[in-house]
Protein backbone atom coordinates (compact mmCIF):
# COMPACT_ATOMS: atom_id res chain seq x y z
CA UNK A 1 0.00 0.00 0.00
CA UNK A 2 1.39 3.50 -0.84
CA UNK A 3 2.47 5.62 2.01
CA UNK A 4 -0.45 8.25 1.28
CA UNK A 5 -3.55 5.75 0.66
CA UNK A 6 -5.18 7.40 3.08
CA UNK A 7 -5.45 11.19 4.03
CA UNK A 8 -7.81 13.87 6.60
CA UNK A 9 -8.99 17.33 6.04
CA UNK A 10 -8.37 19.59 8.95
CA UNK A 11 -9.19 23.53 8.48
CA UNK A 12 -10.81 26.89 9.64
CA UNK A 13 -14.80 27.83 10.23
CA UNK A 14 -16.07 29.96 7.50
CA UNK A 15 -15.41 33.11 9.80
CA UNK A 16 -12.45 32.22 10.98
CA UNK A 17 -10.72 31.56 6.66
CA UNK A 18 -10.72 35.69 6.74
CA UNK A 19 -13.08 35.41 2.94
CA UNK A 20 -16.41 34.91 1.71
CA UNK A 21 -16.11 31.30 1.04
CA UNK A 22 -19.89 31.40 0.67
CA UNK A 23 -20.11 32.82 -2.51
CA UNK A 24 -17.53 32.94 -5.96
CA UNK A 25 -14.67 35.61 -5.72
CA UNK A 26 -10.99 35.91 -5.80
CA UNK A 27 -10.22 34.41 -2.68
CA UNK A 28 -12.57 31.51 -2.33
CA UNK A 29 -11.61 30.92 -5.87
CA UNK A 30 -8.54 30.54 -5.36
CA UNK A 31 -8.72 28.28 -2.38
CA UNK A 32 -11.09 25.92 -4.38
CA UNK A 33 -7.99 25.37 -7.12
CA UNK A 34 -5.41 24.82 -3.89
CA UNK A 35 -7.84 22.48 -2.61
CA UNK A 36 -8.53 20.97 -5.81
CA UNK A 37 -4.69 20.73 -6.95
CA UNK A 38 -3.93 19.02 -3.23
CA UNK A 39 -6.94 16.42 -3.56
CA UNK A 40 -5.66 15.71 -7.20
CA UNK A 41 -2.12 15.67 -6.34
CA UNK A 42 -2.78 12.92 -3.75
CA UNK A 43 -4.39 10.87 -5.73
CA UNK A 44 -2.31 10.46 -8.11
CA UNK A 45 0.38 9.45 -5.56
CA UNK A 46 -2.15 7.11 -4.70
CA UNK A 47 -4.76 8.28 -2.18
CA UNK A 48 -7.98 6.43 -1.77
CA UNK A 49 -10.02 7.23 1.25
CA UNK A 50 -9.89 11.02 2.05
CA UNK A 51 -11.61 11.57 6.00
CA UNK A 52 -13.55 14.49 6.74
CA UNK A 53 -15.08 15.96 9.83
CA UNK A 54 -18.18 17.60 8.20
CA UNK A 55 -17.41 20.88 9.72
CA UNK A 56 -18.78 24.23 8.05
CA UNK A 57 -16.35 26.02 6.07
CA UNK A 58 -12.94 24.03 5.07
CA UNK A 59 -14.07 20.69 6.00
CA UNK A 60 -17.17 20.76 3.56
CA UNK A 61 -15.23 22.90 1.00
CA UNK A 62 -13.08 19.53 1.15
CA UNK A 63 -15.68 17.15 0.89
CA UNK A 64 -17.02 18.50 -1.95
CA UNK A 65 -13.40 18.62 -3.78
CA UNK A 66 -13.26 14.50 -2.85
CA UNK A 67 -16.80 13.95 -4.81
CA UNK A 68 -15.44 16.20 -7.93
CA UNK A 69 -12.35 13.75 -7.57
CA UNK A 70 -14.24 10.81 -7.53
CA UNK A 71 -15.56 11.41 -11.25
CA UNK A 72 -12.08 11.28 -12.18
CA UNK A 73 -10.84 8.43 -9.97
CA UNK A 74 -13.61 6.78 -9.09
CA UNK A 75 -11.76 4.61 -6.76
CA UNK A 76 -11.67 7.13 -4.35
CA UNK A 77 -14.12 7.28 -1.25
CA UNK A 78 -15.18 10.07 1.00
CA UNK A 79 -15.80 9.35 4.63
CA UNK A 80 -17.34 11.47 6.72
CA UNK A 81 -16.81 11.17 10.68
CA UNK A 82 -19.48 13.10 12.10
CA UNK A 83 -18.22 14.49 15.68
CA UNK A 84 -21.43 13.67 17.21
CA UNK A 85 -25.59 13.54 15.80
CA UNK A 86 -27.49 16.22 15.20
CA UNK A 87 -23.83 19.06 14.80
CA UNK A 88 -25.93 20.50 12.41
CA UNK A 89 -28.27 22.30 15.32
CA UNK A 90 -27.94 26.11 14.79
CA UNK A 91 -26.47 26.09 11.37
CA UNK A 92 -27.57 28.34 8.40
CA UNK A 93 -30.05 27.00 5.73
CA UNK A 94 -26.89 26.95 3.06
CA UNK A 95 -24.35 24.92 5.52
CA UNK A 96 -26.81 22.64 6.39
CA UNK A 97 -28.13 21.98 3.17
CA UNK A 98 -24.16 21.54 2.03
CA UNK A 99 -23.77 18.93 4.80
CA UNK A 100 -27.31 16.80 4.00
CA UNK A 101 -25.24 16.70 -0.02
CA UNK A 102 -22.17 15.53 0.87
CA UNK A 103 -23.54 12.80 3.30
CA UNK A 104 -26.03 11.65 0.91
CA UNK A 105 -23.21 11.36 -1.48
CA UNK A 106 -20.64 9.94 0.56
CA UNK A 107 -18.92 6.38 0.88
CA UNK A 108 -19.16 6.24 4.74
CA UNK A 109 -20.91 8.28 7.62
CA UNK A 110 -19.20 7.92 10.56
CA UNK A 111 -20.49 8.89 14.45
CA UNK A 112 -18.94 8.81 17.33
CA UNK A 113 -21.31 10.07 19.48
CA UNK A 114 -24.96 10.62 20.30
CA UNK A 115 -25.08 14.27 21.21
CA UNK A 116 -22.01 17.12 21.83
CA UNK A 117 -19.95 16.45 25.37
CA UNK A 118 -16.64 18.44 25.37
CA UNK A 119 -13.40 16.73 23.37
CA UNK A 120 -16.07 14.74 21.12
CA UNK A 121 -14.33 17.24 18.42
CA UNK A 122 -11.03 16.55 19.20
CA UNK A 123 -11.55 13.03 19.36
CA UNK A 124 -13.22 13.34 15.47
CA UNK A 125 -9.87 14.88 14.84
CA UNK A 126 -7.79 12.25 16.42
CA UNK A 127 -9.18 9.35 14.85
CA UNK A 128 -8.81 10.59 11.31
CA UNK A 129 -5.25 11.47 11.88
CA UNK A 130 -4.59 8.34 13.67
CA UNK A 131 -5.77 6.39 10.15
CA UNK A 132 -4.21 9.11 7.63
CA UNK A 133 -0.47 9.41 5.96
CA UNK A 134 -1.30 12.70 5.14
CA UNK A 135 -3.41 16.02 6.38
CA UNK A 136 -4.83 18.66 3.56
CA UNK A 137 -5.27 21.58 5.86
CA UNK A 138 -6.60 25.45 5.93
CA UNK A 139 -4.08 26.68 8.62
CA UNK A 140 -2.74 30.45 9.30
CA UNK A 141 -1.56 30.10 12.78
CA UNK A 142 -4.37 30.91 14.53
CA UNK A 143 -5.28 28.50 17.82
CA UNK A 144 -8.10 26.30 17.94
CA UNK A 145 -8.95 23.00 16.59
CA UNK A 146 -6.83 23.40 13.64
CA UNK A 147 -4.01 24.07 15.79
CA UNK A 148 -4.11 21.00 17.82
CA UNK A 149 -4.90 18.82 15.33
CA UNK A 150 -1.86 20.41 13.07
CA UNK A 151 0.17 19.93 16.20
CA UNK A 152 -1.08 15.91 16.66
CA UNK A 153 -0.51 14.96 13.18
CA UNK A 154 3.11 16.91 13.53
CA UNK A 155 3.66 15.02 16.42
CA UNK A 156 3.18 11.77 14.43
CA UNK A 157 5.07 12.70 11.73
CA UNK A 158 2.63 12.93 9.28
CA UNK A 159 3.26 15.48 5.88
CA UNK A 160 0.70 18.50 6.08
CA UNK A 161 -0.17 20.17 2.98
CA UNK A 162 -1.40 23.61 3.87
CA UNK A 163 -3.68 25.41 1.19
CA UNK A 164 -3.73 28.94 3.12
CA UNK A 165 -0.02 29.55 2.16
CA UNK A 166 1.45 26.82 0.25
CA UNK A 167 3.29 25.57 2.61
CA UNK A 168 4.60 21.62 3.09
CA UNK A 169 5.79 20.16 6.56
CA UNK A 170 7.48 16.89 5.79
CA UNK A 171 9.33 15.44 8.93
CA UNK A 172 12.62 14.06 8.61
CA UNK A 173 14.95 11.50 9.98
CA UNK A 174 15.98 13.58 12.43
CA UNK A 175 12.44 14.79 14.20
CA UNK A 176 12.97 17.71 12.63
CA UNK A 177 10.12 19.74 10.29
CA UNK A 178 11.26 20.73 6.86
CA UNK A 179 9.06 23.50 5.64
CA UNK A 180 8.47 23.73 1.63
CA UNK A 181 7.31 26.66 -0.15
CA UNK A 182 5.61 24.44 -3.09
CA UNK A 183 3.12 24.81 -6.26
CA UNK A 184 0.98 21.98 -5.27
CA UNK A 185 0.70 18.87 -5.45
CA UNK A 186 3.32 17.48 -3.75
CA UNK A 187 5.01 14.53 -1.73
CA UNK A 188 7.24 11.93 -4.16
Do not use: H, Q
Amino acid sequence: MPKFTYCCFTGYRPEKIGFDIETDNIDSISLSIKLSEAVTGMAAKGARVFYCGCARGFDLLAAETVLMEKKLTPDVKLICVKPFENMDEGWSDFWKEKLKEILAAADEVITLADGYSRGVYDKRNKYMVDRSGCVITYFKGERGGTASTIKYAEKKGIPIVNTANDVIILPNEEDYYTYYTATLPFCD
